[in-house]
């Protein structure tokens, strides 16, 4: 287990934390603590997760995939949508779940009239279920997660297409001919890249085994004291270390990252405690986001 680097943009403004860590081609830049502040975003893939706030360098991305509406993971929207228009950037894309689109849209027009700035940008909702094309290699799509206002989670896939075993070894015009005579040659094969549950009690990671396939895990941990109940925990539609640790041999991904611990603890006291429990196997690729 090692812990992620600190990261300073290097731009001209530094105004908000970003930890970051590399795997398997994936960059993964963030920040998250229950009721501070949550955003992360991969820049290969151009696309975020949450803006509780918005550090100056995370402009650049374009699309943007909102879990719920608690502030430490909307509050910079509007910022965030501003800032872009004032930058002179194409409008971004935004996702919310559907519950909340009507109330985003409108705090976004009423911000329009406070700050008196257009607030130009493409909101969708968003449900369970459903699937977002990026791009012909990649696609989003979401799960239900179990937090105490709606809220999904998102995996990220990488799609490709595969010729069909029956078709395998056979020489390249011949798949050729068989591809213009209107035979599906190949079919589809997707592979979690990334797994992003924002806050969710355990049964939402158990709703989707996407969540366990990733390459890279994305995972809120709020609490980990033995003393804190779990029960009241779950109620508020959050995880406990247990909850990770009952659940060691279901992890196939390559990275896990917990994140979203409460303010209560020391960045120490999360090391300690984490450190003692996870056993091999699973320590190794957990990364503590503190
Ligand atoms: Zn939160
Ligand atoms: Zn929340």
């Given at each position: 287990m090692s812990d992620p680097e600190k990261k300073?943009?290097?731009?001209?403004?530094?105004n908000a934390p970003i930890l970051s860590c590399h795997h398997d081609g994936l960059t993964i830049e963030g920040y998250s603590r229950a009721a501070v502040q949550t955003y992360w975003r991969i820049p290969e893939l151009k696309i975020g997760f949450?803006?509780?706030?918005?550090?100056?360098?995370?402009?650049?991305?374009?699309t943007w995939f909102m879990t719920h509406t608690h502030l430490d993971h909307i509050a910079a929207l509007p910022v965030y949508v501003a800032r872009r228009r004032m930058m002179r950037m194409e409008p971004p894309v935004i996702y919310v779940p559907n519950e909340a689109v009507e109330d985003v849209r409108r705090l976004l027009l009423l911000f329009q009239r406070l700050d008196r700035g257009r607030m130009l940008c493409q909101l969708n909702g968003i449900a369970a279920g459903d699937e977002v094309e990026l791009s012909r290699e990649l696609v989003v799509t979401t799960f239900a997660t179990t937090h105490t206002i709606p809220s999904v989670g998102y995996i990220v896939w990488d799609r490709r297409n595969k010729l069909k075993e029956e078709y395998q070894g056979l020489p390249g015009e011949r798949i050729r001919d068989l591809r213009l005579s209107g035979v599906a040659v190949t079919r589809e094969v997707r592979l979690p890249l990334v797994a992003y549950t924002g806050d969710t009690s355990p049964a939402g990671l158990d709703n989707c085994p996407a969540v366990y396939e990733a390459k890279v895990l994305i995972t809120e941990l709020s609490f980990i004291r033995a003393s804190h109940r779990r029960e009241k925990i779950h109620k508020f539609g959050h995880m406990h270390l247990d909850d990770l640790l009952e659940r060691a041999d279901r992890f196939k991904n390559g990275l896990i990252i917990c994140a979203h611990f409460s303010?209560?603890?020391h960045p120490q006291e999360v090391r300690r405690l984490v450190e003692a429990k996870l056993p091999p196997g699973l320590r190794e690729r957990v990364k503590l986001w503190i």
């Open positions: 300073n943009g290097g731009g001209p403004v530094d949450d803006l509780g706030a918005q550090p100056w360098d995370f402009m650049g991305t374009p303010t209560r603890y």
